[in-house]
């Protein structure tokens, strides 16, 4: 639907052409010829630009911008034929986009009609996604090592520090970013997150920086970089080790210095940025094998937090489910119950997809399950081979009751993980690949539980 453009100008000759070139143009121009008959408009029809002569019989130009700006939201494009500097500071202190002297360039009246028309759909754009934003999420759980995890971003959350978030696929690493944003004092800005993994080498600096028109094949408009849209905001990093070496020297120096210039441009541009980065790789052993930079490492890693896996933090499992029925609810779908058996069955489950893998797997449970309640024998279902989960003989169980959590925890981890490691002729990275965990998370376990590996 072409966007439509009121005219209101008392002289005929300039309407009827102005009409004529918007119409070629792809634009369905309005005309008119006083103010007053211009506001009636403005309140029947859906105008996108108004291009507004100042001197006009009865109501004048700058009386009428006032009126159009309180009571409308849209581009106001002022033309005169006898415009002085006094008055185009006068509209422009009004709210007008531009100001446009007679005889008319139409050239330059077409590039001023489709930067207002694009900086209307921008603001558009951002009303609605301001009035659109889904309910923050929060972090659930009250195990202690969520506990600690809340504590860690509270303490960093207010500063301005830069913060290197580490964890497995699916734990919720850009959660805790959000977290991190929500309470900063950058959060009256949305906070602006790139995917380093999923950007190809070849465009992730055009992505980080922008570009300039006809920078390189394709670039058919000046594009600004993220960098550049989280100027006074945060910048979330996500997957910051898939990043091309070339593209960290990039980004290093832009962190040093917070200026940088757009990829074809020579202009430097200045910016304040909080940075947040994530990564679910060893970073210190991707920087002994050269993948990733030692300096941008230490440039990123002022504050480190660590996301715990879902299997080290199992007790947290019924208050996610609830919270996750709970979601999928307000999409539609019915609220059910899960039975104490099934949700047994979900915390003895590996989990090597973490949160997100049981997240899906509560989605697919509560639309496919019949019936109000999800039982253990639904959960086998859905949750696939038993292989795939621990499950103890009675007599084990028996042991570790007569213990406290935290020692039935430990002998536990401690058997289970002895008995991986024999089955893998103690080789920590087959072992880690076998159970869906980290190589660096499970040495450091290993190392905690005082068990042998190589």
């Known amino acids: 639907m072409p966007e439509t453009i009121l005219i209101i100008d008392d002289e005929k000759a300039i309407c009827e052409s102005l009409a004529g070139i918007l119409s070629d143009e792809g634009f369905n121009p309005l005309v008119t010829h006083s103010a007053e008959e211009g506001l009636q408009i403005l309140d029947e029809k859906d105008i996108h630009l108004v291009l507004l002569d100042i001197w006009l019989p009865g109501m004048d130009g700058l009386e009428a911008l006032s009126l159009i700006k309180q009571r409308f939201s849209l581009p106001v494009i002022m033309i005169s034929g006898h415009g002085t500097i006094e008055t185009a500071v006068q509209a422009t202190r009004i709210g007008a986009f531009d100001f446009i002297e007679k005889p008319l360039s139409y050239d330059n009246t077409l590039l001023a009609i489709r930067k207002g028309l694009q900086l209307a759909r921008l603001e558009r754009d951002n009303q609605v996604l301001r009035e659109s934003r889904p309910v923050l999420k929060r972090i659930t759980g009250d195990s202690p090592q969520v506990e600690m995890l809340r504590q860690q971003i509270e303490r960093v959350a207010p500063t301005d520090a830069w913060v290197l978030i580490r964890g497995g696929h699916g734990t919720g690493k850009e959660l805790v970013a959000q977290t991190i944003h929500r309470h900063s004092l950058r959060a009256k800005h949305p906070m602006v997150a790139v995917n380093c993994a999923a950007i190809p080498e070849e465009l992730i600096e055009s992505e980080l920086f922008g570009h300039m028109k006809g920078a390189f094949t394709g670039a058919t408009e000046t594009k600004k970089g993220k960098f550049d849209l ?144 999800i039982d253990a024998a639904d959960v086998t279902l859905f949750l696939g081979s038993p292989a795939k989960t621990v499950m103890h003989p009675p007599g084990q169980l028996l042991a570790y009751n007569a213990l406290p959590f935290k020692e039935a925890r430990r002998q536990f981890e401690t058997d289970y993980l002895s008995a991986k490691l024999q089955e893998n002729e103690g080789n920590i990275s087959k072992t880690a690949e076998q159970i869906g965990m980290e190589r660096s998370h499970l040495h450091k376990k290993l190392k905690a539980l005082d068990i042998a590996g190589k």
């Open 230 to 373: 989280a100027n006074g905001s945060t910048l979330f990093l996500d997957e910051i080790g898939d990043m091309s070496l070339k593209s960290q020297a990039k980004v290093l120096r832009i962190l040093q210095e917070q200026r940088f210039e757009r990829v074809g441009g020579s202009r430097t541009i200045e910016v304040d940025v909080r940075v947040l980065a994530a990564t679910n790789k060893d970073l210190e052993e991707e920087i002994e094998l050269g993948n990733f930079r030692a300096d941008l490492f230490y440039r990123l890693n002022v504050v480190p937090i660590t996301v715990p896996e879902l299997q080290d933090r199992r007790e947290d499992i019924p208050l996610l489910v609830a919270d996750f029925v709970q979601q999928f609810s307000k999409k539609g779908i019915s609220l059910k119950d899960f039975t104490p058996e099934a949700l047994l069955l979900l915390q003895q489950h590996h989990w090597p997809g973490n949160v997100r893998e049981l997240r899906n797997l509560v989605e697919r449970l509560v639309i496919m399950t019949p019936g109000d309640r």
